[in-house]
């Protein structure tokens, strides 16, 4: 199966979106060392949901996956890739708070609507249908942690 221009652009894509997500939340963790192993360990656990994408899209680049770019939204991804790479910069210059950085973090987290790329590849592939389970239960985890820790902040 032969990969296309589109295929090679969404791997890419997701590729980049999920390390600048980790990266994002190095940046947090080192600018408040206060929450540092709140971060730290969204930071591993990110590392590890962007070495699944790493997986899967090694697969689609040798053609072991099929990918439909007609089904992947490509747009909501570069928007999604965007955002994060401004909050970086805006952390790195000492424009976020702490607790700006949770609030950015929590919409981060339900706007990383993984679907975008499970529903572009193989749906029948066993390996796709787990890997995306396990991300979408890893993310609603973090999105469970840091609601709870804005909770606490506002009581």
Not at 27 to 32: I, N
Not at 82 to 96: D, H, L, P, S, W
Request: contains cysteine; glycine residues 2%.
């Amino acid at each position: 199966m032969a990969i296309n221009k589109d295929q090679t652009v969404l791997a890419k894509i997701t590729e980049e979106t999920e390390d600048n997500i980790a990266q994002l939340y190095q940046v947090y963790a080192d600018k408040f060392p206060e929450f540092a192993d709140f971060w730290s360990g969204l930071v591993i656990e990110q590392i590890n949901h962007s070495n699944t994408i790493h997986g899967l899209m090694n697969k689609v680049r040798t053609g072991l996956l099929s990918c439909s770019e007609n089904r992947a939204d490509c747009q909501s991804l570069e928007s999604l890739q965007n955002k994060v790479k401004q909050e970086i910069i805006r952390a790195k210059e000492g424009k976020t708070s702490a607790s700006e950085a949770f609030s950015i973090t929590l919409e981060i987290e339900k706007n990383l609507s993984r679907r975008e790329y499970s529903e572009a590849l193989d749906e029948d592939s066993e390996e796709v249908r787990t890997a995306f389970s396990y991300l979408a239960s890893a993310t609603q985890r973090h999105i469970n942690r840091i609601e709870k820790h804005l909770k606490s902040k506002e009581e």
